[in-house]
């Protein structure tokens, strides 16, 4: 059983001090947690003669087939199929586990029973969008929501938000991972936050009542509907003082969208806004940040956390991994999840230059980042090509 306290230290290991941890984590993580428990992968494992003794490192990922979101479809015969990934632990193989039978002498079974009851049973989900495709649930334990927290608190660290200032929400209401991501966050590291449920909650005039209100120093939002509340507020002559990051995330954030940004926000009266654009995915139950800039300066890539996942870039042609700094597919393994887990996903993202361990040119932190453009190849792929006269 793992431990149900969390850390929040941010280590700052060397590349090979950090790949190294992650083949120890990921053997850990697949005897203890995978195998054991999850069906889908249980049978995957047999059907290619593999073990959790076959990966001691990274570089041993190469040994696993690919997940991807066609795996977690429903079937005609099999309509419940993403239940196959959620990791089912079986009470007597946990009971005699040398850790268990230890806390249990000293602490009790009742306090012991309920310890892996919050571990390990699903009580909160997130869902895709189901844009293209059905819906797929995403389902999290109470040590799932921990690791929420950690992962969002970071955010709130890489922004240098002091614990007096106030952050409003404006992300969308639903069960998805970006408005429970940053609801989270504010609670992670004791920050005020108003989570709004966006416009179709409060509604453009409620949200800039609120924003007026509260005087926030961080506004978290969608890049449009952000810019539709800024425009509100300035063709009313408001004044939003006192704002200095703005957190983006669910939509790509282009360098025009950045500047019109900050631009509105010297209109209403905070001229020195910094911007923080995120990426994250229903699939990993993370979402990783840039360090704030200043609109117009070049992004500097997003933080990755090498405590909680392994990201690898592929050729998406081969599905062989490339070196660093080149470009290629986001895939992703996580290192410390329980309820619905998938190894190996391919996300269908493209990076464009890929993950490098130089150190931040914002922040100084030698943790690594995923850098360049990230395109939504997986959108395009979904859409249904049509030639009319000739043309697509």
Not at 230 to 246: H, P, Y
Not at 254 to 261: A, E, Q, S
Not at 335 to 344: A, D, E, K, S, Y
Request: hydrophobic share 35%.
């Amino acid at each position: 059983m793992s431990n149900p306290r969390l850390t929040h230290q941010w280590h700052q290991p060397d590349r090979h001090t950090a790949i190294g941890r992650q083949g120890r984590a990921l053997h850990r993580y697949l005897r203890d947690c995978v195998l054991p428990f999850s069906p889908h992968y249980s049978k995957l494992f047999k059907e290619h003669g593999l073990t959790a003794d076959d990966f001691h490192s990274v570089e041993d990922l190469r040994k696993l087939p690919f997940t991807s979101k066609e795996d977690l479809l429903p079937t005609p015969d099999n309509p419940r199929r993403t239940l196959d990934f959620v990791l089912k632990p079986d009470a007597k193989v946990l009971s005699r586990r040398p850790s268990v039978i230890l806390r249990a002498l000293l602490l009790g079974r009742s306090r012991v029973h309920d310890e892996l009851e919050r571990e390990w049973r699903p009580v909160f989900m997130t869902s895709t969008t189901g844009r293209s495709t059905e819906p797929v649930p995403f389902l999290y334990t109470q040590h799932d929501i921990a690791n929420l927290g950690l992962g969002s608190g970071r955010i709130v660290e890489l922004g240098g938000v002091l614990p007096d200032e106030r952050m409003v929400n404006m992300f969308p209401f639903a069960p998805h991972l970006a408005f429970w991501y940053m609801y989270y966050a504010g609670l992670d590291r004791n920050v005020f936050a108003l989570a709004t449920g966006g416009g179709k909650v409060m509604g453009t005039e409620g949200n800039i009542r609120a924003i007026l209100k509260l005087k926030p120093q961080i506004l978290v939002s969608m890049p449009t509907f952000l810019y539709h509340v800024l425009q509100m507020a300035v063709d009313q002559k408001l004044r939003f003082e006192g704002l200095s990051i703005l957190v983006l995330g669910g939509e790509k954030v282009p360098d025009g969208t950045r500047r019109k940004l900050g631009a509105l926000c010297a209109q209403l009266g905070s001229p020195d806004v910094r911007i923080m654009a995120t990426y994250g995915f229903t699939e990993a139950k993370l979402a990783w940040t840039e360090c704030p800039i200043v609109p117009g300066t070049p992004p500097p890539g997003y933080h990755l956390y090498p405590d909680q996942g392994i990201i690898e870039i592929i050729n998406p042609e081969t599905g062989e991994p490339v070196p660093d700094g080149q470009g290629g597919e986001i895939v992703w393994t996580p290192l410390n999840q329980r309820g619905t887990v998938v190894l190996r996903y391919r996300t269908g993202d493209n990076s464009e230059h890929g993950i490098t361990w130089e150190p931040c040119p914002c922040c100084g932190r030698r943790m690594p980042r995923l850098v360049g453009k990230i395109s939504r190849v997986s959108d395009v792929h979904s859409l249904r090509f049509q030639k009319v006269k000739g043309t697509i």
